[in-house]
């Protein structure tokens, strides 16, 4: 089979696949589109305080070494690259058959991903497509981790087993053993830990001996390692607990249902730990306590992530947005401003197509002088034939479509959704349910796009 067939094969087993998606995400679509209306409704609202661009839950966030990129992966089935300071969407990356459940920040612009579809990506900052493809898992990826030189990568797979890749040679290893998923690993000097569904942990030496193994009081989801060797782990009661290989130190009791986020900072000091009702805690791992709880908007979340310096915290929410936080106080920030370039926003504060728009805005601008982000610039876009703008790298599926861009059709984009109408598109999965905003949009699109 040649490979332009086998691209094709891919892209509509994707779509049959993200088909059985969206009737399984429906119910759970309207009710997060209804919570964006309420976004966008609020009164007052300056500037969009977070990163927009997901049209799912974001599962996994992870930020750069440099602390200026992040990584997020989607329910919606992209990786989405950002750069934090412009609070702005690179690339909107596609590339698993399924949703993005792990993400992990490399070195020098490298970044990895691992989806439902059981594959490993890895990415390069600035190619659309990965550099290399990690196979070998027969289910889900849930977690991925990176040795401290950078050298190896870990995959929790709930297929039951780990895998412990060598990137020079792609040697892997397979940890085998546990009853039923895997759902954390992380590296210790000279080990790897890995939590699971059989409410155990497991220590497996470097150096190929028998692992060590602790049964815990709960099903264990994320695990994370401090430099110094003590391993924190995120259980299925709420409860986090802080280990050491052979015996349990402390818990912590953060929340009262089972905690699915993890994060823990790169010095090791401090522990951010979410529960799936909306409780996320900081926990100061010297004092063994909580220090703050995040109060504001956007929880519950699914994913969390420290900056490198260790003084904020990313989450990626269900109501599909990334925000930051201070990690003493856990407070909300609210320095990430997607701008339309020059804050066209601002102009136009008021206006409800404006205000519908904030959810484009991390990957579109709308004059011609702001050029492209993840998505092609939107200025002249009325009149212009599908994927033709200049300069932009578009999806191969969309070069042969008969669309031409108009209010109907914009309407209709975001009425229907682009998988539907656009199959094969890299724009994440997003409707607007309002026919009213709908007409809004394109209003105030046609106006500012001239
Ligand atoms: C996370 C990034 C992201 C968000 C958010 C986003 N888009 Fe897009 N959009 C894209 C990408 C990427 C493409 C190009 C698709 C491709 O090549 O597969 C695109 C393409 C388009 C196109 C087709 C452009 C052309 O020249 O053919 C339109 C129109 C569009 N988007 C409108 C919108 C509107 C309106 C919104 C908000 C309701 C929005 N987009 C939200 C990333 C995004």
Redesign the pocket.
């Known amino acids: 089979m040649v490979r332009g067939e086998l691209k094709q094969k891919r892209r509509l087993r994707a779509c049959r696949k993200s088909a059985r998606l969206r009737l399984k995400l429906k119910p759970m679509l309207a009710r997060l589109s209804f919570v964006l209306g309420l976004v966008i409704a609020a009164p007052g609202a300056a500037f969009a305080q977070e990163l ?4 799912g839950p974001v599962r996994a966030v992870a930020v750069a070494p440099d602390g200026e990129l992040a990584i997020t992966g989607s329910f919606d089935q ?1 990786v ?1 690259l950002w750069r934090l300071s412009a609070g702005a ?1 690179e ?2 990356l ?1 590339f698993h058959e399924g949703s993005v459940n792990a993400v992990l920040a490399l070195d020098n612009g490298r970044f990895a991903s691992g989806g439902e579809d059981g594959r490993i990506a890895l990415w390069t900052a600035g190619k659309p497509e990965p550099d290399r493809v990690i196979e070998g898992h027969k289910g889900p990826i849930s977690a991925l981790a990176l040795s401290a030189d950078g050298g190896r990568i870990a995959s929790a797979s709930w297929d039951g087993t780990a895998r412990v890749t060598t990137l020079a040679d792609g040697s892997a290893r397979v940890l085998e053993g546990h009853q039923g998923q895997v759902n954390g690993v992380a590296f210790l000097p000279g080990a790897v830990v890995t939590s699971g569904y059989d409410a155990t942990l497991r220590f497996w030496p470097d150096d190929g001996s028998v692992p060590t193994m602790i049964t815990l009081p709960a099903v264990l989801n994320a695990v994370a390692a401090a430099p110094d060797g003590e391993v924190a782990v995120a259980g299925g009661d709420g409860v986090l607990r802080l280990v050491r290989p052979g015996a349990e130190v402390a818990d912590i009791a953060i929340a009262e249902a089972p905690l699915v986020g993890l994060a823990i900072s790169r010095d090791g000091t401090t522990l951010a730990a979410g529960g799936i009702r909306g409780n996320v805690a900081i926990v100061d791992r010297a004092a063994r306590r909580v220090r703050a709880n995040l109060s504001g908007p956007g929880l519950p979340v699914w994913s969390l992530a420290f900056t490198p310096d260790g003084r904020e915290l990313l989450s990626g929410g269900a109501d599909r947005l990334v925000r930051r936080w201070d990690a003493v106080t856990g407070e909300h920030l609210g320095q990430v401003v997607p701008r339309a370039g020059r804050d066209v926003l601002a102009e136009f504060q008021g206006e409800r197509g404006a205000q ?2 904030r ?6 601008t709308l004059t011609p002088d702001d050029g492209n ?4 610039t ?1 200025h002249g ?1 009325f009149g ?6 200049p300069g ?4 191969p ?2 070069r042969d479509m008969d ?1 031409v ?1 108009s209010r109907e059709t ?1 309407a209709r ?2 009425e229907i959704g ?1 998988n539907a109408m ?1 199959p ?5 999965e ?1 409707v ?1 349910t309002s026919a009213e905003d709908r007409q809004a ?1 394109v209003e105030w ?1 046609e106006k500012v796009t001239r």
């Open positions: 927009r661009g997901h049209g992209s989405i969407a690339a909107v596609r519908v728009f959810a484009c805005a991390a990957c579109h982000r993840a998505g092609p939107l876009v212009r034939r599908i994927a033709t703008q932009y790298a578009f999806s599926a969309l669309i861009w914009i984009l975001f682009p656009t094969g598109t890299k724009m994440p997003q607007i949009l699109l």
